[in-house]
């Protein structure tokens, strides 16, 4: 029986194109896609992966604690 994890992944739009996608719970999870979608897929598998090698390893699995607040900065 498959276990489901939960996390949050931040885009970020390349200057070049394309996206950076990265997981803030998985440090040093990060991939990228020249789409939303591509980089969707990407971050989904990467994650996959990221957890596969954990647990292999017997490594405990971040749990997430992260929050997200939108701020807005007047200059």
Do not use: W
């Not at 990060?30 to 994650?47: K, M």
């Amino acid at each position: 029986m498959k276990t489901t994890y939960n996390y949050t992944v931040i885009f970020e739009r390349e200057a070049e194109g394309g996206y950076h996608v990265f997981c803030p719970a998985l440090k040093g999870c990060h991939s990228q896609g020249e789409t939303y979608e591509d980089a969707l897929v990407n971050i989904t598998e990467a994650i996959e992966l990221f957890i596969e090698s954990l647990l292999a390893d017997n490594e405990p699995i971040p749990f997430e604690d992260v929050i997200i607040k939108p701020l807005r900065v007047a200059v």
